[in-house]
């Protein structure tokens, strides 16, 4: 099911002129706002988390938007984005899309032209590669061609390494060339890439041991200067933190190891205070 023509009508409805912002003052009351059908951006070819297979949606990401649904009465509408579009589906004040929730690191470059409300979900950087590949420590990537993600917190990192980065519009892609030679490992965040190598029939993929890098920690994105939906959202996650993240990740992620996945409820993110326009 693809989902590409779905995004170019609902962002190519807008000129995108401005950082994202929308006035405060005149921000929607957020129970209105999310109410009937609500476009959500997410990655819809990462296993374990966004994916719709044999005719129904499954994942991590998919179980916390369907729980949101329940508990604040819309019904979710998935449109698929690139990790590089999840940003500028938001930046654009007209866009449809009202929530992105897809591995949506938070950090304080993409909090000057959108919102995060979060953590739900903690982690740090990885590398994946095939079973018959030499790389068996972070020393072995040297002058090794690595691929993620266009648009992610790992390309950047990447860039800044004595690697020969190579980016792709996705970690689908980015898999393709690894099986095909064109690349020497995959490098995203390690529950990810757990996700892959669970869901890899061909039983050719592996965790290179040893590697964490940074820490990565995802929330869920919104339109810049929304206080009153981050604060409605915020609520929410304490909720699902506190009594559903745990059956959410055993469903969905089994084969994942569960240390330090889990943010605590009672220290999620202060939501941003408007920024005048």
């Known amino acids: 099911m693809r989902f590409r023509p779905l995004l170019a009508a609902v962002l190519a409805a807008t000129l ?5 912002c929308q006035d405060s003052e005149l921000e929607p009351d957020p129970a209105e706002y999310l109410s009937g059908e609500v476009l959500i951006g997410i990655n819809t070819d990462l296993p374990g988390w966004s994916e719709y297979a044999n005719g129904v949606w499954q994942g991590f990401d998919i179980s916390l938007s369907n ?5 604040l009465g819309f019904r979710p509408r998935y449109v698929n984005l690139t990790t590089n579009e999840r940003l500028t589906a938001l930046q654009d004040a007209d866009s449809e899309v009202k929530l992105v929730i897809s591995n949506f690191s938070i950090n304080d470059k993409r909090r000057e032209t959108i919102d995060q409300v979060g953590p739900y979900f903690a982690d740090s950087q990885g590398l994946l590669t095939l079973t018959t590949s030499k ?3 972070v020393e072995d990537i040297e002058r090794k061609t690595i691929c993620t993600a266009l648009g992610s917190t790992t390309e950047v990192r990447l860039f800044g390494m004595t690697i020969n980065p190579l980016s792709e519009n996705t970690l689908q892609r980015c898999l393709q060339r690894l099986r095909a030679g064109e690349a020497d490992a995959v490098s995203s965040d390690r529950a990810i890439l757990e996700g892959f190598i669970s869901h890899d029939t061909a039983r050719d993929l592996r965790l290179v041991p040893g590697i ?4 990565e920690r995802y929330g869920i994105g919104i339109h810049n200067n929304s206080p009153k939906l981050c604060d409605y959202l915020s609520k929410k996650l304490v909720k699902f933190i506190n009594e559903e993240w745990d059956q959410t990740f055993t469903n969905n992620l089994p084969n994942v190891i569960p240390t330090d996945r889990k943010p605590n409820s009672a220290a999620l993110d202060p939501c941003e205070k408007p920024v005048p326009s």
């Open 16 to 20: 995108m002129t401005t950082a994202g």
């Open 67 to 71: 729980w949101l649904g329940e508990e």
């Open 135 to 137: 790389i068996m420590k």
């Open 212 to 215: 964490r890098v940074g820490s």
